[in-house]
Protein backbone atom coordinates (compact mmCIF):
# COMPACT_ATOMS: atom_id res chain seq x y z
CA UNK A 1 0.00 0.00 0.00
CA UNK A 2 1.40 3.28 -1.02
CA UNK A 3 1.90 6.15 1.55
CA UNK A 4 -1.48 8.12 -0.10
CA UNK A 5 -3.57 4.97 0.66
CA UNK A 6 -2.11 4.52 3.80
CA UNK A 7 -3.25 8.31 4.98
CA UNK A 8 -6.41 8.53 3.19
CA UNK A 9 -7.42 4.52 4.63
CA UNK A 10 -6.59 5.90 8.23
CA UNK A 11 -8.58 8.97 7.72
CA UNK A 12 -11.68 7.15 6.35
CA UNK A 13 -14.73 7.82 9.36
CA UNK A 14 -12.31 8.85 11.79
CA UNK A 15 -12.81 12.68 13.22
CA UNK A 16 -9.48 14.16 14.11
CA UNK A 17 -8.16 13.28 17.22
CA UNK A 18 -7.64 16.96 18.82
CA UNK A 19 -8.28 18.88 21.67
CA UNK A 20 -7.65 22.59 21.84
CA UNK A 21 -5.61 22.55 25.09
CA UNK A 22 -3.53 19.79 23.79
CA UNK A 23 -3.54 21.07 19.88
CA UNK A 24 0.00 21.38 19.15
CA UNK A 25 0.93 18.20 21.11
CA UNK A 26 -1.87 16.41 18.98
CA UNK A 27 -0.54 17.70 15.58
CA UNK A 28 2.99 17.19 16.51
CA UNK A 29 2.43 13.58 17.61
CA UNK A 30 -0.26 13.56 14.39
CA UNK A 31 3.02 13.73 12.07
CA UNK A 32 5.38 11.74 14.30
CA UNK A 33 3.15 9.24 13.36
CA UNK A 34 3.58 9.49 10.21
CA UNK A 35 7.12 10.20 9.96
CA UNK A 36 7.18 7.08 12.66
CA UNK A 37 5.93 4.66 9.78
CA UNK A 38 8.62 5.83 6.81
CA UNK A 39 11.38 2.97 5.80
CA UNK A 40 13.64 5.16 4.87
CA UNK A 41 15.66 8.40 5.71
CA UNK A 42 14.17 11.72 3.23
CA UNK A 43 17.37 11.80 1.72
CA UNK A 44 17.88 7.97 0.78
CA UNK A 45 14.05 8.69 -0.84
CA UNK A 46 13.48 8.55 -4.17
CA UNK A 47 11.53 11.77 -5.57
CA UNK A 48 8.82 9.76 -6.31
CA UNK A 49 8.88 8.12 -2.74
CA UNK A 50 9.60 11.98 -1.60
CA UNK A 51 6.56 12.69 -3.81
CA UNK A 52 4.03 10.45 -2.37
CA UNK A 53 5.35 10.94 1.20
CA UNK A 54 4.62 15.10 0.93
CA UNK A 55 1.54 14.00 -1.03
CA UNK A 56 0.64 11.84 2.19
CA UNK A 57 1.54 14.59 4.98
CA UNK A 58 -0.55 17.32 2.89
CA UNK A 59 -4.09 14.99 2.99
CA UNK A 60 -2.57 14.52 6.75
CA UNK A 61 -2.40 18.36 7.20
CA UNK A 62 -6.06 19.20 5.48
CA UNK A 63 -7.09 16.40 7.75
CA UNK A 64 -6.10 18.52 11.08
CA UNK A 65 -6.89 22.33 9.71
CA UNK A 66 -10.36 20.79 9.43
CA UNK A 67 -10.13 19.17 13.15
CA UNK A 68 -9.15 22.31 14.24
CA UNK A 69 -11.47 24.48 12.52
CA UNK A 70 -14.75 21.95 13.65
CA UNK A 71 -12.94 22.20 17.50
CA UNK A 72 -12.57 25.81 17.16
CA UNK A 73 -16.05 26.73 16.07
CA UNK A 74 -17.49 24.19 18.54
CA UNK A 75 -15.95 25.49 21.34
CA UNK A 76 -17.84 27.86 23.58
CA UNK A 77 -20.26 28.67 21.58
CA UNK A 78 -23.03 26.63 20.02
CA UNK A 79 -22.91 26.82 15.94
CA UNK A 80 -24.46 25.26 12.99
CA UNK A 81 -22.43 25.28 9.81
CA UNK A 82 -25.06 27.00 6.72
CA UNK A 83 -25.13 28.18 3.49
CA UNK A 84 -25.60 31.80 2.82
CA UNK A 85 -28.04 32.16 0.27
CA UNK A 86 -29.65 35.45 -0.41
CA UNK A 87 -28.13 38.23 0.29
CA UNK A 88 -30.50 42.11 0.59
CA UNK A 89 -29.28 45.06 1.13
CA UNK A 90 -31.62 48.68 1.89
CA UNK A 91 -34.84 49.23 3.19
CA UNK A 92 -35.86 49.69 6.96
CA UNK A 93 -34.85 46.30 8.03
CA UNK A 94 -30.82 46.49 7.04
CA UNK A 95 -29.39 44.01 5.32
CA UNK A 96 -31.25 40.96 4.63
CA UNK A 97 -29.47 37.25 4.53
CA UNK A 98 -30.95 33.92 4.22
CA UNK A 99 -29.32 30.82 5.15
CA UNK A 100 -29.84 27.23 4.71
CA UNK A 101 -28.28 23.81 6.84
CA UNK A 102 -29.29 20.40 6.88
CA UNK A 103 -32.26 19.98 8.91
CA UNK A 104 -30.85 17.43 12.14
CA UNK A 105 -30.95 18.08 16.19
CA UNK A 106 -27.89 20.30 16.35
CA UNK A 107 -28.87 23.03 14.06
CA UNK A 108 -32.63 22.71 15.04
CA UNK A 109 -31.36 23.78 18.25
CA UNK A 110 -28.56 26.00 17.87
CA UNK A 111 -30.82 28.07 15.48
CA UNK A 112 -34.02 27.62 16.77
CA UNK A 113 -32.51 28.75 20.41
CA UNK A 114 -31.76 32.11 18.87
CA UNK A 115 -34.41 33.14 16.92
CA UNK A 116 -34.95 37.06 17.52
CA UNK A 117 -31.81 37.41 19.41
CA UNK A 118 -28.08 39.34 18.48
CA UNK A 119 -26.16 36.63 17.47
CA UNK A 120 -22.40 36.51 15.66
CA UNK A 121 -21.86 35.46 12.41
CA UNK A 122 -18.42 33.89 11.92
CA UNK A 123 -17.06 33.51 8.40
CA UNK A 124 -14.87 30.60 8.98
CA UNK A 125 -14.00 28.21 5.95
CA UNK A 126 -11.13 25.06 6.70
CA UNK A 127 -9.86 26.63 3.27
CA UNK A 128 -8.81 29.49 4.30
CA UNK A 129 -6.00 27.53 6.34
CA UNK A 130 -4.84 25.52 3.91
CA UNK A 131 -1.96 27.90 2.44
CA UNK A 132 1.77 27.28 2.46
CA UNK A 133 4.65 29.18 3.19
CA UNK A 134 6.91 27.64 0.22
CA UNK A 135 5.99 24.12 -1.37
CA UNK A 136 7.68 20.84 0.04
CA UNK A 137 11.37 20.52 -0.61
CA UNK A 138 11.29 17.20 -3.15
CA UNK A 139 15.01 16.30 -4.25
CA UNK A 140 15.33 15.45 -7.78
CA UNK A 141 16.92 11.63 -7.84
CA UNK A 142 20.75 11.47 -7.55
CA UNK A 143 23.20 9.11 -8.47
CA UNK A 144 24.65 6.68 -5.64
CA UNK A 145 28.20 8.39 -3.71
CA UNK A 146 30.30 6.35 -6.31
CA UNK A 147 28.52 8.94 -9.60
CA UNK A 148 25.69 5.89 -10.98
CA UNK A 149 22.89 7.51 -11.97
CA UNK A 150 19.60 5.77 -10.35
CA UNK A 151 17.88 3.44 -12.31
CA UNK A 152 14.47 2.57 -12.69
CA UNK A 153 12.55 0.92 -9.45
CA UNK A 154 13.39 1.02 -5.54
CA UNK A 155 15.21 -2.06 -5.43
CA UNK A 156 17.99 -4.20 -7.10
CA UNK A 157 17.42 -7.68 -7.92
CA UNK A 158 18.67 -8.86 -4.47
CA UNK A 159 15.94 -6.61 -3.05
CA UNK A 160 18.44 -4.33 -1.99
CA UNK A 161 18.06 -0.12 -2.89
CA UNK A 162 19.07 0.39 -5.68
CA UNK A 163 22.31 3.25 -5.63
CA UNK A 164 23.54 2.57 -2.03
CA UNK A 165 26.56 0.74 -2.15
CA UNK A 166 27.06 -3.00 -0.48
CA UNK A 167 29.81 -3.58 2.24
CA UNK A 168 32.30 -5.82 -0.54
CA UNK A 169 32.06 -2.32 -2.46
CA UNK A 170 34.12 -1.06 0.32
CA UNK A 171 36.78 -3.78 0.35
Do not use: Y
Amino acid sequence: MNAHAEIHHDMEGKEADLQLDTLRGDIRDAMLSRIRHMKTTWALCTEAEQSEIVNGLELAAGHLVRGVVRQLTAHEFPHAVVTLGEFKIGGTKGIEAKITCPNIEVNRNTLGDHVGEMVQIVMIDSDKFMGERDPADIQPDQGDMFGTPPEDGPDDEDGERRGLPKPEDFD
